[in-house]
């Protein structure tokens, strides 16, 4: 049985509208990316985390769940793996999936001498020891591959391990000539170049770099070579006492191959525009900054750029259209389409209405030459029968819709004429008979 055009015709609409609120509540909905950091106590992961904070607050169009890690190398793999989406990573160890978002920190690579020896240069580090601040795989690494590219024999060199919290003992007992704190200069970084000041003495405390770094920085360009100006690490007295040339490496954020571009765009959009109100919370984001776009140099071929943070860092951002205008025209196409399929809906039920009232009325006027034909009260009684259970069905239809009032107001005139005719054939009847 069918129902009313106009419910149906509603039900339609209905679901077309809930699909359309479907369709763009999921384009309202945020995506979610897994971003790999370091443990809690890491300057890089303080900067994530308020920064997937602020996300959150801001209720912006991508949102970040940390992953943790305790290793650049375990970052790296997992960005490899597909186990996160985004990861901070070190220049000297990176994931072959990884395209460069931005740079977090620069983390320059000096040696402070701490002990009672004459350390002035790298080839003086044979033969000592030094302490090497969160003396994990990649900082041991980093040092030995500095040595070799300095034509240093990392043998020579005695490496010792240290954690933060044990700096200050190794100093005491005399277990270090001098220390590689491979840090950021602000924030923690900073606060730890003081307290190891105030151990040795503002006075007596050195700090040498690697002078060879832009001769070195050519064989990696996973290093790059700078200079630290005066008062740099320290500001009172000055360290160091004089422009300073060392190497460094960086920490950055780097997203996976697939990730899509404008979505990388969005991303780093949000996170430059945000550094402010991170460095409230966490001083070192103020060194978040771009890395080169020059794809001629060597640092930036080997660690490229993804294509959505250089479209934003040259500001050659999409537009709403020109990112979604495909998908606007198909959307817009299959919304004609629907509406067309209502349409033509309505047009057949709206002729099968009139086809239902042509079928009744039809059936009327066979019932009136029945009613003029018939031969006696039985006949017509039969006659008068089929009317009323033809009118009962009328009124079904009525009521489901197979046919409209304009069509049951025909049906009904034509009903009328034919009880009529009957109480004339009636009376002939009568008058016949007496």
Do not use: C, W
Not at 326 to 333: C, H, K, S, T
């Amino acid at each position: 049985m069918l129902t009313r055009p106009g419910p149906l015709i509603a039900t339609l609409a209905f679901v077309l509208l809930g699909t359309a609120a479907l369709v763009l509540s999921f384009m309202a909905m945020p995506t979610r990316l897994k971003v790999g950091v370091g443990p809690d106590d890491r300057g890089h992961a303080r900067v994530m985390a308020a920064f997937a904070r602020k996300l959150h607050d801001d209720r912006a169009p991508v949102r970040l769940t940390l992953v943790r890690k305790q290793s650049f190398t375990e970052l790296a793999r997992a960005l490899d793996a597909g186990e996160v989406d985004l990861a901070v990573v070190r220049s000297n160890v990176m994931p072959r999936q990884g395209l460069t978002v931005a740079v977090l920190h620069e983390l320059p690579m000096v040696f402070v001498v701490v002990g009672k020896v004459r350390l002035n240069s790298l080839a003086d580090l044979r033969h000592h020891r030094v302490g090497v601040l969160r003396g994990t795989p990649e900082n041991l690494d980093l040092l030995d591959n500095v040595l070799r590219l300095a034509g240093i024999d990392p043998s020579l060199v005695t490496k010792v391990p240290l954690e933060p919290e044990a700096m200050a003992a190794a100093i005491d007992q005399k277990q270090v000539d001098a220390i590689m704190p491979l840090a950021p200069l602000q924030g923690a970084g900073r606060a730890r170049l003081l307290a190891l000041a105030d151990r040795v003495g503002h006075q007596r405390l050195r700090v040498l770099g690697v002078d060879e770094g832009e001769a070195l920085a050519v064989s990696d360009p996973a290093m790059e070579a700078i200079e630290l100006p005066r008062g740099a690490l320290i500001g009172n007295p000055p360290l160091p006492a004089d422009t300073l040339p060392t190497l460094a490496v960086t920490q950055r954020l780097v997203a996976g191959m697939k990730l899509p571009v404008s979505l990388v765009n969005d991303l780093t959009r949000l996170l430059f525009t945000s550094r402010v109100a991170l460095a409230a919370e966490v001083p070192s984001a103020k060194s978040i900054h771009a890395p080169t776009t020059d794809t001629g140099e060597g640092l930036a071929a080997a660690l490229p750029l993804h294509p959505g943070a250089a479209a934003y860092f040259s500001g050659d951002q999409n537009r709403f259209f020109d990112r979604y205008g495909d998908l606007v025209y198909v959307g817009a196409m299959a919304l004609t389409g629907v509406f067309s399929g209502v349409g033509a809906l309505f047009s057949y039920l709206m002729a099968r209405q009139r086809r239902n009232a042509a079928q009744f009325t039809h059936q009327l006027l066979n019932l009136l030459e029945r009613v003029r034909k018939a031969p006696d009260e039985a006949a017509l009684q039969a006659v008068e029968r089929d009317t009323d259970e033809l009118l009962a069905l009328a009124f079904g239809r009525l009521s489901s819709g197979t046919i409209g009032s304009e069509q049951f107001d025909t049906f009904a005139t034509v009903n009328d004429s034919v009880q009529q005719a009957i109480g004339r054939r009636a009376r002939q009847l009568r008058a016949v008979r007496a």
